[in-house]
């Protein structure tokens, strides 16, 4: 057994968090999340995509832990994708991904994609924070038919979403405390925040005023 293989069974929470840290993936400051609540923190995920060796490496991890047999493995748009291709990959299997339709609410599986009523799907996600995308793509694995075995997450921020009783695989669970905007200490102190994510970004003023960057 190669000492990378040692390393990757080995990873904790600890070393999660560091692999987060040294990436630039964990940020400190003052945000806007994509909820409109303040934060001090931010995990920006995609920092972590850019080293596919680490996204290799995290999704060995997940891939370590799982116990049952997978089918089909299927991300939601768009972080969850580049996982679910990785984890596939690791054990061979199909790889899918849920995405927005125009004008309707939740995902649905496009582009001729297709789950059997046979297939064990595992559902793969890079942050779990109110549960919504992995939600919605439970409810698409089974509109679809098939069947949800078990959920896999890089990080878990959500302090226990509702996943309909399927289980959950985190490799980090950690608290990011958030702030209502009209009660935000981080606002009281004046400091500018900034709106991360996939939303256009801009910065913002204290107490939700917005100012140019």
Same mark, same amino acid.
Do not use: N
């Given at each position: 057994?190669?000492?990378?293989?040692?390393?990757?069974?080995?990873?904790?929470? !600890?070393?999660?968090?560091? #692999? =987060?840290?040294?990436?630039?993936?964990?940020?400190?400051?003052?945000?806007? %999340?994509?909820?409109?609540?303040?934060?001090? &923190?931010?995990?920006?995920?995609?920092? #972590? =995509?850019?080293?596919?060796? %680490?996204?290799?490496?995290?999704?060995? @991890? #997940?891939?370590?832990?799982?116990? !049952?047999?997978?089918d089909v493995v299927v991300g939601p748009?768009?972080?969850?994708?580049?996982?679910?291709?990785?984890?596939?990959?690791? #054990?061979?299997?199909?790889?899918? =991904?849920?995405? &927005?339709?125009?004008?309707? @609410?939740?995902? @649905?599986f496009r582009r001729g994609q297709t789950?059997?009523?046979?297939?064990?799907?595992?559902?793969?996600?890079?942050?779990? *924070?109110?549960?919504?995308?992995?939600?919605?793509?439970?409810?698409?694995?089974? &509109? *679809?038919?098939?069947?949800? @075995?078990?959920?896999?997450?890089?990080? !878990?921020r959500s302090g226990g979403a509702d /996943?309909?009783?399927?289980?959950?695989?985190?490799?980090?669970?950690?608290?990011?405390?958030?702030?209502?905007?009209?009660?935000?200490? /981080?606002?009281?102190?004046?400091?500018?925040?900034?709106?991360?994510?996939?939303?256009?970004?801009?910065?913002?003023?204290?107490?939700?005023?917005?100012?140019?960057?």
């Amino acid at each position: 057994m190669r000492e990378e293989d040692d390393i990757i069974r080995a990873m904790t929470p !600890d070393e999660v968090e560091r #692999i =987060f840290r040294e990436a630039g993936a964990l940020l400190e400051g003052h945000f806007v %999340l994509s909820s409109g609540r303040h934060s001090a &923190r931010y995990l920006e995920k995609f920092r #972590i =995509f850019e080293h596919p060796r %680490l996204t290799e490496r995290l999704c060995a @991890a #997940i891939v370590e832990r799982l116990r !049952d047999p997978i089918d089909v493995v299927v991300g939601p748009t768009t972080g969850g994708m580049i996982l679910a291709h990785e984890v596939g990959r690791q #054990i061979g299997s199909r790889a899918l =991904f849920a995405e &927005r339709e125009d004008g309707r @609410a939740g995902r @649905a599986f496009r582009r001729g994609q297709t789950i059997t009523t046979s297939d064990r799907v595992l559902v793969v996600d890079d942050i779990l *924070s109110t549960g919504g995308s992995v939600s919605e793509t439970l409810d698409a694995v089974r &509109r *679809s038919g098939g069947k949800a @075995a078990q959920v896999a997450v890089l990080v !878990d921020r959500s302090g226990g979403a509702d /996943l309909g009783g399927v289980p959950l695989l985190a490799l980090w669970t950690t608290t990011i405390e958030t702030f209502d905007p009209a009660a935000c200490p /981080l606002c009281d102190r004046g400091i500018a925040a900034v709106k991360p994510g996939t939303t256009p970004a801009g910065v913002f003023g204290t107490k939700g005023g917005a100012r140019s960057a």
